[in-house]
């Protein structure tokens, strides 16, 4: 059985440290990446796991936020 995506490393305590670091609501994230928004919040609430591909497009909006 294959994954159908890849568990990151980061946890729910640092996906909410980089939220507030750029500044960004969950709306923000959800207009800016297409996420949605019960996804986002069960991520930063940690009931669901964080796939890879999430960290690289919220990485990236803080990255053109100025950093």
Request: glycine share 8%.
């Amino acid at each position: 059985m294959t994954k159908l995506y890849e568990k990151s490393e980061l946890t729910h305590h640092d996906l909410q440290k980089m939220m507030l670091k750029y500044r960004l609501s969950i709306n923000e994230v959800f207009q800016k990446t297409g996420i949605p928004v019960n996804h986002i919040k069960g991520y930063l609430t940690g009931r669901r796991t964080i796939p890879t591909r999430v960290v690289d497009r919220i990485k990236q909006i803080g990255e053109e936020n100025g950093d």
